[in-house]
């Protein structure tokens, strides 16, 4: 029995899975390799690692991530050839992983569903680590005033106590990871778009949605698709300055660009 598996009880083999992409977007981008352990129910160990031809050029974000570039793959199968392997593998077995729900099964269930193959969840337990340990850690005031000042949390709920812990983990963290100490440096450091994450930067350097349908895709390409959603958006409770970067967008694809004076 392996060490990291030692509290496990198996009563069917446990595949954990890993992937590298061409980037985060589940219905447009590929995997480029594909990682398995199946854990069997004597806890015997078994890889499967493959590199996979994603068919279109890995954006050089996505390699500073993985270090797979496009020579690495060029003479590899696509997806499609070792599908059907991949996926007797996978039959039969329970899948685990660490952040799988939110993006490496949709992916999985995607790759599979362009080779032709239907890969369901349904009987099959799926553990997420991720999801595991934001059920089990808490993320609230209390625990982060325990975490960073190692202290337990005083006058809860009344707003002018909150107010000071608040203050007091702050310090404490720009302490603890040496952060720049003025209010616009740290905030530089942690927004990466937007004050409330609804966009992000994708691998490109291009501003992508960061929550919806559209998640991962492209806000100025959703201004030229459907700008009716964008519209809706501006009908949401969005910060302004989410609220903002969807106006600019609109606004960019109605102005038509003026004549150059010669």
């Known amino acids: 029995m392996t060490p990291e598996s030692n509290n496990l ?4 083999p446990l595949c954990v899975i890993d992937l590298e992409t061409t980037g985060t977007d589940v219905r447009n981008d590929r995997i480029v390799e594909i990682a398995v352990l199946i854990l069997r129910q004597d806890h015997s160990l078994r890889s499967y690692v493959r590199r996979i031809n994603p068919g279109r050029p890995i954006p ?5 991530v993985h270090g797979i570039r496009d020579i690495d793959v060029a003479d590899l199968p696509p997806f499609a ?3 059907p392997k991949l996926f007797a593998f996978l039959a039969g077995c329970d899948l685990a992983g660490f952040g799988i729900t939110g993006f490496d099964l949709p992916l999985l269930v995607e790759e599979f569903a362009r080779a032709g193959l239907t890969f369901l969840l349904e009987g099959r337990a ?3 680590a ?3 340990y934001r059920c089990r850690e808490p993320r609230d005031l209390t625990a982060a005033v325990k975490f960073y000042l190692g202290e337990e949390r005083t006058g809860a709920h009344t707003a002018i106590a909150d107010a000071r812990n608040a203050l007091a983990v702050l310090n404490a963290q720009i302490h603890r990871y040496g952060l720049p100490g ?3 440096e740290v905030h530089k450091t942690v927004v990466d778009v937007d004050v409330g994450g609804a966009f992000r930067r994708g691998p490109d350097g291009d501003v992508v ?4 349908k559209y998640r991962g895709r492209s806000l100025a390409r959703i201004a030229v698709e459907d700008r009716a959603y964008l519209h809706w958006i501006l009908r949401q409770p969005f910060l302004d300055d989410a609220r903002s ?3 600019a967008a609109l606004t960019y694809r109605t102005v038509e660009p003026r004549p150059v004076s010669p």
């Open 209 to 212: 949605f960061g929550f919806g």
């Open 81 to 83: 050839i070792i599908a």
């Open 60 to 64: 050089p974000a996505a390699t500073d």
């Open 9 to 12: 009880v198996l009563t069917r």
């Open 182 to 184: 003025t209010p616009a």
């Open 126 to 128: 799926v553990l997420d």
């Open 130 to 132: 991720l999801t595991l």
């Open 245 to 247: 970067l969807v106006q």
